[in-house]
């Protein structure tokens, strides 16, 4: 919902810088993407549990939980941060090097940490004896 909101902002293009070649992509289709990968986590919980009717890890449950919301929390107090405190006193240098740094941890620890317990979590919720009564 705040990706659907910032969308009409002038600013709402996420830049990356690769080298000496400039990648923007807007808000919109990252918000679009976010909210398909978050569906798709859902869909694959929802199958174990109640198609398969096989019982998850709930603590592997809650860490990945705990990782994604917890990494997208997190991203938004660093930005609401470097908005209302901003470190440089002249208006057009933001803290971007804070808000960067924050996205990649994000993502690392989503990516190297995150989904393999989820796909784990998953893997083991399929191939266990027991299931839900």
Not at 94 to 115: H, P, Q
Request: aromatic letters at 20%; hydrophobic letters at 50%.
């Amino acid at each position: 919902m705040i990706g659907f909101y910032i969308q009409n902002l002038p600013e709402s293009t996420l830049d990356i810088n690769i080298h000496d070649t400039y990648y923007v992509i807007e808000q919109i289709h990252l918000t679009i993407l976010i909210a398909v990968f978050y569906f798709l986590t859902g869909c694959g919980y929802w199958f174990v549990e109640k198609i398969l009717k096989k019982k998850l890890f709930n603590i592997l449950t809650i860490i990945h939980c705990v990782i994604l919301f917890g990494s997208f929390i997190c991203y938004w107090l660093v930005y609401l941060y470097s908005k209302l405190f901003p470190s440089k006193p002249f208006p057009l240098f933001d803290n971007y090097g804070l808000i960067n740094k924050t996205l990649l941890i994000s993502f690392l620890l989503i990516v190297f940490i995150g989904l393999p317990i989820y796909f784990i979590n998953l893997l083991i919720g399929i191939y266990r004896k027991s299931a839900i009564r």
